[in-house]
C-alpha cells in the first residue's frame, strides 16, 4: 500500500512500435493486469502508435511516440535522454534490440532500475551468429542491471556469447492463459464441415505469413496424413488453392490438394 500523497514508481517500456505484435500483446497484458496502486506505466514508442493502444483498460497509462527515422537517427538518444529527465521514471524496461539504445540515455539520466527484455530473435540475426548484435548487446551489458528472456533459448544466448552473469538474468517463459484459452467442444460451428471425425485429434496454428514466422516453421505439414484422425488447422496464415503459380514450393509439398 503506498503512503498517503505519494505515487506509485513510473515504469516507461520502450519498445519499437506500439502495433499489433506478440510483445506489444504482452505488454498490454502486462500492464492491465498490474494493481493499479502498485506501478504507473508510460509506454515510450520509437517510432508511432497505432490504434492498438485501445486495448489497454488503464485511462493513466501515457503512449508517447518519437517518430524514430529510418537508419540510425542520433537525435532519439538526445530526445530519450529528455523525456527520462523531465519524467523521473523508477524504471525503464526496453525490449529486444530495437530498443536496446534507450539504456544509454536512461543511465545518463541516472535512472535508479534499468531492465531489458529479450523476446525473440532478431529477422536479420535468427540464429544468433551475427557478431555485430552480439558486439552491441556486451557494449550496453554494463548498463543493463536485470536481463528478462522469454526464454531458454535467449537465456542461453545473453549467458554465452553476451556474457551476461547469471545472476542478472530472470527467465520469464511464455505462457497461455489457461482461463480463456482451453479446449472446448466448438468443432461444428469453427471447422468446416467433414473436416475432421468427433474422436480425430486436430492441431492448430496461428501466425503471420512472412519469414521467419510462416506457417512451415510453426508446423511441419507431412506429405499425408500419419493417421486417419490427425488433421492440421491453419489460423491467420496464407493459405493457397491447390494449383496455384503462387503456392511456394513448401506448401505445394506439404498440403495434398485432398486436404
Known amino acids: 500500500m503506498q503512503e ?48 492498438f493502444r485501445e486495448r489497454i483498460a488503464r485511462p493513466d497509462v501515457d503512449c508517447i511516440a518519437l517518430h524514430k527515422r529510418p537508419g540510425h537517427d542520433v537525435r532519439m538518444l538526445w530526445h530519450l535522454w ?7 521514471p523508477t524504471i525503464v524496461h526496453s525490449r529486444n534490440l530495437a530498443a536496446l ?14 531492465i531489458h527484455g529479450e523476446h525473440g530473435r532478431d529477422v536479420h540475426d535468427l540464429d544468433g551468429n551475427s557478431r555485430k548484435y552480439r558486439w552491441l ?17 535467449l537465456e542461453d544466448y545473453l549467458r554465452g ?10 527467465l520469464i517463459c511464455n505462457g497461455v492463459d489457461t ?3 482451453r479446449p472446448v467442444d466448438m468443432r461444428a460451428a469453427v471447422l468446416p464441415s467433414g473436416f475432421a471425425s468427433k474422436d480425430s485429434l486436430v492441431i ?7 519469414p521467419p514466422w510462416t506457417c512451415s516453421c510453426c508446423l511441419p505439414w507431412p506429405r499425408a496424413s500419419p493417421t486417419p484422425s490427425w488433421r492440421p488447422w491453419p489460423v491467420g496464415c496464407r493459405w493457397w488453392p491447390p494449383g496455384s503459380a503462387a503456392m511456394p514450393s513448401w506448401w505445394r509439398r506439404g498440403r495434398p490438394d485432398s486436404w
Do not use: C
Not at 529528455?82 to 523521473?88: D, H, N, P, V, Y
Not at 539504456?103 to 539520466?109: D, G, I, V
Not at 548487446?137 to 533459448?153: A, M, T
Open 4 to 51: 498517503a500523497g505519494k505515487q506509485p514508481p513510473l515504469i516507461m517500456h520502450v519498445i519499437y512500435r506500439l502495433a499489433v505484435g506478440g510483445l506489444e500483446n504482452g505488454l498490454v497484458n502486462l500492464i492491465n493486469r498490474m494493481p493499479v496502486d502498485r506501478y504507473r506505466h508510460a509506454i515510450v514508442s520509437l517510432t508511432d502508435i497505432s490504434d
Open 82 to 88: 529528455r523525456l527520462f529527465r523531465a519524467r523521473r
Open 101 to 114: 539504445d534507450a539504456q544509454l540515455p536512461a543511465w545518463l539520466a541516472g535512472v535508479p532500475v534499468r
Open 137 to 153: 548487446r556486451r557494449g550496453f551489458r554494463p548498463l543493463i542491471h536485470r536481463y528478462v528472456p522469454l526464454s531458454r533459448d
Open 161 to 170: 556469447p553476451v556474457g551476461v552473469p547469471e545472476s542478472r538474468i530472470r
Open 179 to 181: 482461463q480463456r484459452f
Open 204 to 210: 492448430g496454428t496461428v501466425g503471420p505469413s512472412w
